[in-house]
Nanobody, 121 residues
Framework: QVQLVESGGGSVQAGGSLRLSCRAS????????LAWFRRAPGKERERVAV???????DYADSVEGRFTISRDNAENTLYLQMNSLKPEDTAMYYC???????????????WGQGTQVTVSS
């Protein structure tokens, strides 16, 4: 059973920073692709950042240069450092896991409960 538990959301003013954490089951962490998604009210779900577990990361254009995804293998934890936050970053943020399929990530079948990020102008 894959378990993901997020934390670290909150309210911040524009220009501020937050760090989200996602603690993963030990049998998941090292083998799986792990990603952060977000969904804002009235908008489609967006993949914000992904770490494939092999050292490759990727970001949505909307957060490139402002957000950083990282893993702490010792703590089985995925992080999302969010800097220079904008009101349009306001959303529910979710951690998700996918089995690797060769060199690509499979479908994201495991999800955390989400953590709310609110950025005020």
């Amino acid at each position: 059973q894959v378990q993901l538990v997020e934390s670290g959301g909150g309210s911040v003013q524009a220009g501020g920073s937050l760090r989200l954490s996602c603690r993963a089951s030990a049998n998941t962490y090292r083998r799986y692709c792990l990603a952060w998604f977000r969904r804002a009210p009235g908008k489609e779900r967006e993949r914000v950042a992904v770490s494939d577990g092999m050292g490759i990361v990727d970001y949505a254009d909307s957060v490139e240069g402002r957000f950083t995804i990282s893993r702490d293998n010792a703590e089985n934890t995925l992080y999302l450092q969010m800097n220079s936050l904008k009101p349009e970053d306001t959303a529910m943020y979710y951690c998700a896991a996918a089995q690797p399929l060769g060199s690509v990530c499979g479908g994201y079948t495991y999800w955390g409960q989400g953590t709310q990020v609110t950025v005020s102008s």
